[in-house]
């Protein structure tokens, strides 16, 4: 098992940045990806952030390449997610996301994937 526990949410004017955090804890050895997830209201949970571990390489959706980054340090069990240039169409629940074993890149922004989850933490973005 797993535990993942999010942090580092806020409340941001358009244009400002915030930096997520993501604890790992528990069986963390076997993971083989771990990605940012998010929430908007009303609409369905969509993958914005993935990195997977075996090369480091990070795949982003389109509407945050180029203002997110993705990151991790091993050492300390964390991943981040550096989010520059916010906008008010970020705003939404993030979730830290992990999955053991297999990965293809093709399960990057898919939620059905992934086994962990933790409880998320509200961004949001005003205009």
């Known amino acids: 098992q797993v535990q993942l526990v999010e942090s580092g949410g806020g409340l941001v004017q358009a244009g400002g940045s915030l930096r997520l955090s993501c604890a790992a804890s528990?069986?963390?050895?076997?993971?083989?990806?771990m990605s940012w997830f998010r929430e908007a209201p009303g609409k369905e949970r969509e993958g914005v952030a993935c990195?997977?571990?075996?090369?480091?390489?990070?795949h982003y959706i389109q509407s945050v390449a180029g203002r997110f980054v993705i990151s991790r340090d091993d050492e300390n069990k964390s991943l981040f997610l550096q989010m520059d240039n916010l906008k008010p169409e970020d705003t939404g629940i993030y979730y830290c996301?992990?999955?053991?074993?297999?990965?293809?890149?093709?399960?990057?922004?898919?939620?059905?994937?992934?086994?962990?989850w933790g409880q998320g933490t509200q961004v949001t973005v005003s205009s």
């Open positions: 996301a992990a999955k053991p074993r297999f990965f293809i890149n093709a399960y990057c922004f898919d939620s059905q994937k992934y086994d962990f």
């Open positions: 990195l997977r571990r075996s090369d480091g390489r990070a």
């Open positions: 528990g069986s963390t050895l076997d993971l083989s990806a």
